[in-house]
């Protein structure tokens, strides 16, 4: 993190001494550097053991005029923007348990601070999973997955953690708790506010608890990959295979300055299905070759946000959307920007949603990515910096938010009058 | 926009000039104001509540829609849209000295994409038209609501509809990827799009379900799948829904997800038999279990679907051998409500949810409620998912019966809530349950929902009163706001 980081807060030791009050000294502490928030320095760390603490302690932040960062496991904090304040950290991390796993009803209640990996043993437990292959699922928790909307690649089959989440509990800045949706599948009374906090950033209130509904576990697993001579006969595959009736779960095609396009498959099914189903793949793609079962091949987007051998700092990782059948061109232009000075890498699901690495100067970083996110904007698709070098600080994390954004504000107004939650991280400075 | 303060709503005169300006804008022939021609419009597919609208309005394009929304909010007159008006829970109910906004002539389907698996409608497309126009690359609209023939995909976006095949597919928010929306004061915005995770707030997710009262969707970009190599439809007979739920709840441990589960009881059953002659086994219950997927693998966990069903109980299992018998069985299924009127003068659809290991509780309960009544109550359940649609049974001839009918009926929703279920599944609060969501719902839980009403629609012109048992005025501060010093000195602004 970088070094240079300053302290910008109004905290003052009554805040202080009522925050211990509800949470107990324990669980306040002073911010070290290692908290610090894309180069904001908090002065605290606060960790309620509860919901009702949590609302407790947002609500005096709140009176108070204060800055919230709300934190699961810190895995994509410093994703977004800068804050324009930080005055402290209001942890999830001991909010942690899995309430319930409605296992005959193929659900589960979970706090927010819960991290992925051990939801996903519990629910193992009984032959099920969370049909969500996202970032970092040992560290990263159930709230920071869901308010950055990040997903895998099993995406493709199951949809993202809008398509799966069906309740939450949200803490707003004024302290209101207010739930919303279920613990049924189907449920369409009232408005769905599980998906509006969805990819929210934090920034429309605090996500306590969650419900989702579940898949079963697949019997059986099968990768089978194929390298192509360019990424134009890797997009052919992959409309191919779209377009045909096999039933796979994940489709990716990685690529990059160094490496040959090179399209992989996922099957999951009962041992005959996938077996029928290799074979007829077989015939779009006579070269493809088996793997293992869910290999570490379905890692490739985690792999691109490993820091390089020696520690080198100076590379960034956004995340793409372009439309399935512009996969191929969009990884040409991701090579044209970054000319011969940059290295990069793609790694893009079917669903046309990628991870680009860039390597090298942080000026022609900057550039690449811009010029990429133009290009992109300009055919309806977006880029999202996620990861980005020290010195990178001002360019923007998500481009252009269109003709919604006054609409988007709008609704920060209403949930978040005095932008006490994580401020000016979101896009158009939300 | 912003959330400026709204007062409430004085019934606004309609005056001549108003009218003329609305028939310039749609012409002479998009604009109903005579009364004969207004009845028509004065209810939807939920027809004990019915309100006069002052005019129906027929716009052809976004830019009519726009004009029209224009109009209302200079003028402070609440709208209705509305598309084929076959919607069961009131949400397409006029507003009194409100007008109606039918989006009918907007039916075209704008643009087809395969490669990217993407179809753009106009909102009064209605929902088969769409799998009929990809249908020849084998393609199909997943979304299936039993209206599928007649129902609209704007009505489809406003009430998040389901059908048989969500347990696999998902709802409509699944597969709606872009809105193009007219908000209540007429500004045109774009939610989504043709790429997914547009950065920004997910308000096509919030949109979708909104049941009309945060705009109006004159343009839909939706997902389409590919049709999966085999369908297999098997039907079972069980001697009640208790074994037949055993059923379900194994086929679910044993790690299935089936394309559609649905259920029938005994007097569903008697009343598709008469309607439509399905060729359904008389019994207790009726399961009918659906699988797709590539060939092998359908063969293998059919097979082990049949097996379920046998150590439950069933006594006859027939798996439909071709498309025509399969389009059979699920006719019978499809008619189940219209089916009604064959065996009871008057009928309530109900529309509950609960989880799906609730249902020999709530089965028994609602089998005593209707003893206690001295009403029959048919069954149709999406079985996977446990969403219930109990049918109450009356007579309006007979003198009393149609209140013990309505009373039966919403004790068998407070029995969802109870069992930790939802008041709609698929059919929408509208007019009909909003009074069912201070109990289903807290104070904060309902007052939160309304703050994105508020940022859509401050002046809560668009399909006013439905949804919210007591709306919120937007001039109210949300929870207990407290000014910052900045804001009160005027330096900061703050969104």
């Not at chain 2, 108003?18 to 310039?24: A, D, G, S, T, V």
Request: neutral net charge.
């Amino acid at each position: 993190m970088d070094a240079s980081v300053s302290p910008k807060t109004s905290l003052n030791s009554t805040f202080e001494a009522d925050v211990r009050e509800i949470v107990t000294a324990k669980y306040v502490r002073a911010a070290q550097a290692s908290d610090a928030v894309a180069g904001v320095q908090p002065s605290l760390v606060v960790e309620p053991g509860s919901e009702q603490e949590l609302a407790k302690v947002l609500k005096l932040a709140n009176a108070a005029g204060l800055a919230v960062i709300a934190r699961g496991g810190g895995t994509k904090v410093g994703w977004g923007n800068p804050p324009a304040r930080a005055d402290f950290i209001l942890s999830t991390g001991r909010m942690n348990r899995v309430i319930e796993h409605a296992w005959a009803d193929l659900t589960v209640s979970v706090e927010a601070g819960c991290t992925i990996a051990k939801l996903q043993e519990t629910v193992a437990k009984h032959g099920q999973r969370l049909a969500l292959d996202s970032l970092r699922p040992e560290r990263a928790t159930v709230g920071g997955v869901l308010s950055t909307n990040d997903s895998g690649a099993l995406r493709l089959r199951f949809g993202s953690l809008r398509d799966l989440v069906i309740g939450v509990t949200v803490a707003l800045a004024d302290g209101t708790v207010a739930s919303s949706g279920g613990k049924v599948v189907k449920n369409v009374a009232g408005y769905d506010l599980p998906k509006l906090v969805t990819g929210a950033f934090g920034t429309l209130g605090v996500i306590t608890r969650a419900i989702f509904r579940l898949h079963p576990l697949p019997k059986e697993t099968r990768t089978i990959s194929c390298t192509t001579v360019d990424a134009a006969e890797a997009q052919r595959l992959v409309l191919a295979i779209q377009n045909s009736k096999l039933a796979h779960s994940a489709l990716q095609i990685c690529c990059g300055a160094e490496t040959q396009p090179r399209i992989e498959v996922l099957f999951e099914g009962t041992e005959a299905g996938l077996r029928a189903q290799s074979a007829q793949l077989k015939l779009i793609a006579s070269e493809a070759t088996q793997g293992d079962g869910a290999g570490e091949m379905w890692n490739r987007g985690q792999k691109l946000f490993s820091t390089t051998e020696g520690g080198a700092d100076n590379f960034a990782v956004a995340k793409f959307a372009t439309l399935p059948a512009e996969i191929a061109e969009t990884m040409e232009m991701a090579g044209k920007f970054s000319a011969s000075t940059l290295r990069w890498s793609v790694v893009a699901q079917a669903t046309g949603i990628g991870w680009v690495r860039m390597d090298g100067a942080v000026s022609e970083i900057a550039a690449a990515l811009r010029g990429l996110r133009e290009w992109l904007e300009g055919r309806g698709g977006s880029l999202v910096i996620a990861r980005r070098p020290a010195g990178m600080a001002e360019v923007d994390a998500w481009g252009n938010a269109g003709d919604a954004l006054g609409l988007m504000r709008a609704v920060k107004r209403q949930f978040d009058q005095q932008g006490t939650l994580n401020p000016g991280r979101f896009v158009g400075g939300i | 926009m912003g959330a400026g303060i709204s007062e409430p709503r004085e019934p606004h005169i309609f005056d001549a000039r108003i009218f003329q300006e609305l028939r310039e804008i749609v012409g002479p022939r998009g604009l109903i104001t005579s009364r004969e021609e207004l009845h028509t419009y004065e209810c939807d597919g939920l027809t004990n509540f019915r309100v006069l609208p002052r005019a129906v309005l027929l716009p052809d394009s976004t830019e009519q829609v726009q004009k029209i929304v224009r109009v209302c909010h200079r003028e402070k007159i609440p709208f209705v849209a509305r598309g084929s008006g076959t919607g069961l829970s009131g949400g397409a109910l006029p507003v009194e000295n409100g007008v109606v906004i039918s989006l009918t002539r907007m039916n075209k389907i704008l643009e087809v994409d395969i490669p990217n698996a993407r179809v753009t409608v106009e909102p009064g497309v209605i929902n088969l038209d769409v799998t009929a126009r990809v249908a020849p690359q084998e393609y199909f609209y997943a979304p299936d609501p039993s209206s599928q023939s007649v129902c609209s995909i704007g009505g489809n976006v406003a009430e998040n509809s389901g059908g048989a095949h969500c347990l696999k597919y998902g709802f409509t928010t699944t597969h709606v990827l872009g809105l193009e929306v007219v908000l209540a004061d007429g500004s045109l915005v774009h939610l989504g799009g043709k790429t997914l995770d547009a950065p920004g707030y997910d308000l096509m997710g919030v949109f979708v379900g909104s049941e009309g009262t945060l705009g109006i969707a004159t343009k839909i970009i939706l997902r389409i799948v590919k049709r999966p190599e085999c369908v297999q439809t098997l039907l079972a007979a069980f001697p009640s829904t208790n074994e037949a739920g055993a059923a379900v709840s194994d086929m679910i441990a044993a790690g299935m997800l089936p394309a559609a589960i649905e259920m029938m009881d005994n007097l569903a059953i008697q009343a598709a038999e008469a309607a439509v002659h399905a060729n359904y086994p008389d019994c207790g219950a009726l399961l009918l279990v659906e699988l797709d997927g590539p060939v092998a693998e359908v063969a293998t966990l059919m097979a082990h679907v049949d097996e379920i069903c046998k150590k439950n109980g069933a006594w006859e299992i027939r798996v439909a051998q071709s498309d025509a018998e399969r389009a059979l069985v699920w006719k019978g299924r499809k008619a189940a409500f219209a089916a009604m009127g064959r065996i009871s003068p008057n009928y309530i659809v109900q529309d509950g949810v609960i989880p799906r290991t609730e249902l020999p509780n709530v089965m028994r309960e609602i089998g005593l409620l209707s003893k206690e009544a001295g009403l029959r109550v048919a069954n149709v359940f999406h079985a996977g998912d446990g969403n219930l649609h109990p049918l109450v049974l009356y007579d309006r001839r007979i003198s009393g019966q149609e209140e013990v009918a309505e009373t039966l009926s919403g004790k068998i929703l407070e029995l969802c809530i109870g069992a930790g279920g939802s008041i709609t599944g698929e059919h929408g609060v509208g007019e009909d349950k909003k009074k069912m969501m201070s109990k289903m719902y807290s104070e904060p839980d309902l007052e939160t929902m309304q703050r994105v009403r508020c940022a859509f629609d401050p002046l809560q012109l668009s399909n006013p009163s439905k949804i919210f048992p007591r709306p919120r005025l937007c001039g109210e501060k949300p929870g207990e706001y407290v000014a910052h010093p900045l804001e009160t000195a005027g330096i900061a602004e703050r969104f």
